[in-house]
T-cell receptor
Framework: DVKVTQSSRYLVKRTGEKVFLECVQDMDHENMFWYRQDPGLGLRLIYFSYDVKMKEKGDIPEGYSVSREKKERFSLILESASTNQTSMYLCASTTLKGFNYEQYFGPGTRLTVT | GQSLEQPSEVTAVEGAIVQINCTYQ??????LSWYQQHDGGAPTFLSY????GLEETGRFSSFLSRSDSYGYLLLQELQMKDSASYFC??????????????FGKGTKLSVKP
């Protein structure tokens, strides 16, 4: 079974702090994604990566950056956390070798910025 | 622009059938997916339609009409454990692939006894 893990389930940070969210997948997937999920807004794509050291902006990249130094690991960085970044953050991965682009999600990190 | 529309909430009783509709408008399209998410959990894949027609997987079925930019998820013999949020998603972003999905805002299904 594909496994996607995220470094923390819950995180509380202060405004202005630098925050690192880590995601690791164990199925050699090429593509990895970071979403944030807010009530009534669904899943919104922050960044994605289709290869090591490659990244593309999603719909809401402002205030975030990412890093993919190894194929299995994709990190989301909040350079200076703000209260409006309080949210659920979901990491996902997928392979292009299949047909249906099924995305496998991690358990999520609920981040609170105070 | 790219958008997906689905009802925000649906309520049904145990044992009933419920249909969750999804209409989409995208510049690139490869297929329509459905995901289930229980409260506090991660989204999990339910189904995928690349071609027109009905795909059946147990109690769940998914339908796609590419000409109408429309699909639906059909849940039969509803059980209490089906209470969850259901998201439709289209693959294909701006004509490209890369496995990207565009998600709808989700439909919260409540199953009553």
């Amino acid at each position: 079974d594909v496994k996607v893990t995220q470094s923390s389930r819950y995180l509380v940070k202060r405004t202005g702090e630098k925050v690192f969210l880590e995601c690791v997948q164990d199925m050699d997937h090429e593509n990895m994604f970071w979403y944030r999920q807010d009530p009534g807004l669904g899943l919104r794509l922050i960044y994605f990566s289709y290869d090591v050291k490659m990244k593309e902006k999603g719909d809401i990249p402002e205030g975030y950056s990412v890093s993919r130094e190894k194929k299995e690991r994709f990190s989301l960085i909040l350079e200076s956390a703000s209260t409006n970044q309080t949210s659920m953050y979901l990491c996902a991965s997928t392979t292009l070798k299949g047909f249906n682009y099924e995305q496998y999600f991690g358990p999520g990190t609920r981040l609170t910025v105070t | 622009g790219q958008s997906l529309e689905q009802p925000s909430e649906v309520t049904a009783v145990e044992g009933a059938i419920v249909q969750i509709n999804c209409t989409y408008q995208t510049s690139g399209f490869y297929g329509l997916s459905w995901y289930q998410q229980h409260d506090g959990g991660a989204p999990t894949f339910l189904s995928y339609n690349a071609l027109d027609g009905l795909e059946e997987t147990g109690r769940f079925s998914s339908f796609l009409s590419r000409s109408d930019s429309y699909g639906y998820l059909l849940l039969q013999e509803l059980q209490m454990k089906d209470s969850a949020s259901y998201f439709c998603a289209v693959s294909g972003r701006d004509g490209g692939s890369q496995g990207n999905l565009i998600f709808g805002k989700g439909t919260k299904l409540s199953v009553k006894p």
